[in-house]
């Protein structure tokens, strides 16, 4: 293919093979080992691992309550009796089962491995888990500050992450498609947010990635509107920003729907945001910076007099978490990088008119992209 981004393939995906499940979970034994031989160029003698999404990173691990201790020669992951089950199936380094809070375990091993200086995540933690973390401590131990390594190795995904990012983004695409077919007016935007997520569960999502957003008429102006019951009425725009959690990856995506016949300045508007984000695609690949990609949006919506009318940035990495690193606004420094995952979704917001918003999932290559989003990016007409 001689284009620079790849457009999405429309099939369906066939289950996940064991080759690719077995890549996976080597990849967490892995990524421990780069962690550890990190830290003592850190001055660390261990890492702390609390927030979710990370500790899943490294250990595999999907239950609610987890610590994970990262030393150099091996890692630990403390859970309490309700997972005893789930933490033998999920992770592949030790497993310790606490009978209380699981930071007097951990704080057993800190002791019996002679941890003088343990890193810890300070902005995914609690008041109340850093005093209780403390507290526990072995005496001649201290706390270290030691947060965003793991972030930044999240930002570039593997073969297998990218694998599950693609599957979340065709159960969500089908989803939509099974739903809007079927879109009326009359029906609430309740009614329609909760026919997308019914449906994307029902084709193996486990849940929504975020809140569903559907807002009708001059509410599509709101960025982040909540569905309420108001009815979707003929002569609306309607935007639909929807996203699925899949094998704990996620997805995004936002399309417009317009209830009778178009009036020549949605239609202009419309033909703009568009032309904005294939802007934005186009200037997608390894070593761009993050804000060119933004300034590209920004340049095509200010020729139709409307960059003022675009109030949010133009995209952010997703993976594990709905929003990740990086942010890809007009102010940001970073660079691109072959494997990362991110959104394109410029926007214009028009008091008393209404919003207009078009996103894709895409992965960033040496020479462009490729473009997840299989849904058509045309203007649905009901």
Do not use: W
Request: include cysteine.
């Amino acid at each position: 293919m001689t284009s620079k981004h790849v457009q999405p393939n429309r099939s369906i995906e066939p289950p996940l093979s064991p080759a690719t499940i077995a890549e996976a979970a080597s990849e967490f034994e892995t990524r421990r080992r780069a962690v550890a031989a990190a830290l003592p160029e850190r001055k660390l003698d261990a890492l702390l691992v609390s927030f979710g999404p990370n500790l899943r990173y490294l250990s595999g691990f999907t239950g609610s309550n987890a610590l994970l201790l990262v030393m150099p020669g091996g890692s630990v992951l403390f859970t309490d009796p309700r997972y005893q089950i789930q933490a033998a199936q999920e992770v592949s380094c030790s497993v310790t089962i606490a009978k209380g809070p699981l930071e007097l375990d951990m704080a057993a091993s800190l002791a019996r491995h002679r941890i003088k200086r343990l890193g810890f995540e300070p902005g995914m933690m609690s008041c109340e888990a850093f005093r209780s973390l403390e507290s526990s401590l072995p005496a001649k131990a201290e706390l270290v500050a030691a947060g965003g390594s793991i972030e930044q190795m999240r930002m570039v995904k593997s073969p297998a992450e990218i694998d599950r990012i693609r599957r979340s983004v065709l159960t969500n695409s089908r989803a939509f498609e099974e739903t809007v077919k079927r879109v009326r007016a009359g029906i609430t935007e309740r009614h329609l947010a909760a026919e997308l997520e019914y449906r994307m569960r029902r084709l193996g999502a486990e849940k929504p990635s975020f809140e569903t957003i559907v807002a009708g008429g001059v509410r599509s102006a709101l960025p982040h509107a909540q569905p309420t019951s108001a009815r979707l009425q003929t002569g609306q725009l309607v935007v639909v920003d929807m996203g699925s959690l899949q094998d704990g990856y996620c997805s995004d995506m936002t399309r417009m729907l317009y209830l009778g016949t178009p009036t020549a300045k949605v239609k202009r508007t419309y033909r703009a945001v568009l032309e904005a984000q294939l802007a934005g695609i186009d200037a997608v690949r390894a070593g761009a910076r993050t804000a060119r990609v933004d300034a590209a949006c920004r340049n095509v919506l200010k020729r139709y007099g409307l960059d003022e009318a675009f109030i949010h940035s133009t995209g952010h990495g997703l993976g594990l978490e709905i929003h990740e690193p990086p942010r890809l606004g007009k102010s940001d420094k970073g660079s691109l990088q072959a494997g990362m995952a991110v959104t394109i979704e410029p926007g214009v917001y028009l008091e008393g008119f209404g919003g207009i918003r078009i996103e894709d999932t895409v992965i960033v290559t040496e020479n462009g992209c490729e473009i997840l989003t299989p849904t058509t990016k045309e203007l649905r007409v009901i």
